[in-house]
């Protein structure tokens, strides 16, 4: 009779302390199910607010320096077909998240003896649109990127220039299509 008082002292035992375990592991999964979806809560909103913000959404330029600049903008109408004006060819686009709306990606031959690419002294610049060009600016500048001008603002976009880690010179263009549009001479479609 001892012994099986034992025993069902013993299986009580056992069965509270499996009941013990039971209940730690179970609040260990909610625990770890809670510091998971919170640790995935605020790495889905940093990646939000990293992503919200865009930088480069596209080519607004291409500039390059050549021997005779009018020469090149003939030979480039004459062999390839682009539609060039005095300053080389606009190619006309529709933008991806609109379709409606137009773009521009400005094709222009420089004269080899130009400052305009300086400091750099690279043969070419690139044009790239971006959005918010003044929030951009504001990241780069934490980021320690060298901004070599003020931002300039006309009807058709606001301007800055950069530098990248190879010395190359980059303009930054915040477009204004609409009004940009209406002073484009030669397009290339």
Same mark, same amino acid.
């Given at each position: 009779?001892?012994?099986?008082?034992?025993?069902?002292?013993?299986?009580?035992?056992?069965?509270?302390?499996?009941?013990?375990?039971?209940?730690?592991?179970?609040?260990?999964?909610?625990?770890?199910?809670?510091?998971?979806?919170?640790?995935?809560?605020?790495?889905?909103?940093?990646?939000?607010?990293?992503?919200?913000?865009? +930088?480069?959404? $596209?080519i607004?330029?291409?500039?390059?320096?050549?021997?005779?600049p009018? +020469?090149?903008? !003939?030979? *480039?109408?004459?062999?390839l077909?682009? /539609?060039?004006?005095?300053?080389?060819?606009?190619?006309?686009?529709?933008?991806?998240?609109?379709?409606?709306?137009?773009?521009?990606?400005?094709?222009?031959?420089?004269?080899?003896?130009?400052? *305009?690419?300086?400091?750099?002294?690279?043969?070419?610049?690139?044009?790239?649109?971006?959005?918010? &060009?003044?929030?951009?600016?504001?990241?780069?500048?934490?980021? $320690?990127?060298?901004? &070599?001008?003020?931002?300039?603002?006309? !009807?058709?976009?606001?301007?800055?220039?950069i530098? /990248?880690?190879? $010395?190359?010179?980059?303009?930054?263009?915040?477009?204004?299509? !609409?009004?940009y /549009?209406?002073?484009?001479? $030669?397009?290339? +479609?």
């Amino acid at each position: 009779m001892k012994r099986h008082h034992g025993n069902t002292l013993m299986n009580s035992i056992l069965k509270l302390r499996m009941y013990q375990m039971i209940a730690i592991i179970s609040l260990s999964i909610v625990i770890s199910f809670g510091f998971g979806f919170t640790f995935k809560s605020i790495v889905s909103n940093q990646t939000e607010e990293k992503t919200t913000m865009k +930088k480069v959404t $596209g080519i607004g330029g291409i500039f390059f320096k050549c021997e005779d600049p009018g +020469k090149m903008r !003939e030979w *480039y109408k004459t062999h390839l077909g682009l /539609d060039t004006d005095q300053y080389g060819t606009n190619f006309q686009w529709y933008q991806g998240s609109d379709s409606t709306q137009m773009g521009f990606t400005q094709w222009s031959p420089f004269s080899s003896k130009t400052k *305009y690419f300086e400091p750099s002294q690279k043969d070419f610049m690139i044009n790239y649109r971006v959005e918010n &060009l003044e929030a951009l600016l504001e990241e780069l500048k934490k980021q $320690g990127v060298t901004i &070599l001008d003020e931002v300039q603002a006309v !009807e058709y976009g606001k301007f800055v220039h950069i530098m /990248d880690i190879e $010395g190359n010179k980059i303009e930054l263009w915040e477009p204004v299509d !609409e009004e940009y /549009d209406k002073i484009v001479g $030669g397009r290339t +479609k």
